[in-house]
T-cell receptor, first 112, second 111 residues
Framework: EDKVVQSPLSLVVHEGDTVTLNCSYE??????LLWYKQEKKAPTFLFML????IEKKSGRLSSILDKKELFSILNITATQTGDSAIYLC????????????FGQGTELSVKP | DGGITQSPKYLFRKEGQNVTLSCEQN?????MYWYRQDPGQGLRLIYY???????QKGDIAEGYSVSREKKESFPLTVTSAQKNPTAFYLC??????????FGEGSRLTVL
């Protein structure tokens, strides 16, 4: 059965800390992996990763994919209280019309 | 501005009643999806549609129904057969690249 597992499920840090969120997957016909940030309601897109070893960056956030070991990490440096959110990892399966499988999410809380 | 609109944002229902959640998009996307979100379980796919007048069951379709009569609209009906309908429901659309664009969600509470 296809599955996506995120860890940790929750995390509390202080402003300025660096955090690493993990996403591992076992999915047939992998096409790409996506990261989303969900603050209150609608998840917002962060990154799409399709190739191994190529880091994607956006400000203090970065992400990388390892297709051999079947995982991805999302790094956030110099965390701010505005980074508090649920971070969702999802995998796109190529043979099922682009359906996504989501992990459980990591709830990040950044304290002042 | 282009986007996805879900309504209502909050909905209360008595047991045994059917309710319909609305989802409209003006992004001209072919594919639309309905997800259910429960605490600690991430997002689970209910139904999806890749083209008008066609839709497929997702992982947890029992107790739900959908229609796709127009490209812009993909309403979800939560029927009385759904045993645990209290949840946060998210509608999304995609242009086929895999990236989903989400609506603001509808929170359904069964009293």
């Amino acid at each position: 059965e296809d599955k996506v597992v995120q860890s940790p499920l929750s995390l509390v840090v202080h402003e300025g800390d660096t955090v690493t969120l993990n996403c591992s997957y076992e999915v047939t016909n992998f096409r790409s992996l996506l990261w989303y940030k969900q603050e209150k309601k609608a998840p917002t897109f962060l990154f799409m990763l399709t190739s191994s070893g190529i880091e994607k960056k956006s400000g203090r956030l970065s992400s990388i994919l390892d297709k051999k070991e079947l995982f991805s990490i999302l790094n956030i440096t110099a965390t701010q209280t505005g980074d508090s959110a649920i971070y969702l990892c999802a995998v796109v399966r190529g043979n099922q019309g682009g359906k996504l499988i989501f992990g459980q999410g990591t709830e990040l809380s950044v304290k002042p | 501005d282009g986007g996805i609109t879900q309504s209502p944002k909050y909905l209360f229902r008595k047991e045994g009643q059917n309710v319909t959640l609305s989802c409209e998009q003006n992004l001209n996307h072919d594919a639309m999806y309905w997800y259910r979100q429960d605490p600690g379980q991430g997002l689970r796919l209910i139904y999806y549609s890749q083209i008008v007048n066609d839709f497929q069951k997702g992982d947890i379709a029992e107790g739900y129904s959908v229609s796709r009569e127009k490209k812009e609209s993909f309403p979800l009906t939560v029927t009385s057969a759904q045993k645990n309908p209290t949840a946060f429901y998210l509608c999304a659309s995609s242009r086929g690249t895999g990236e989903l664009f989400f609506g603001e969600g509808s929170r359904l509470t069964v009293l």
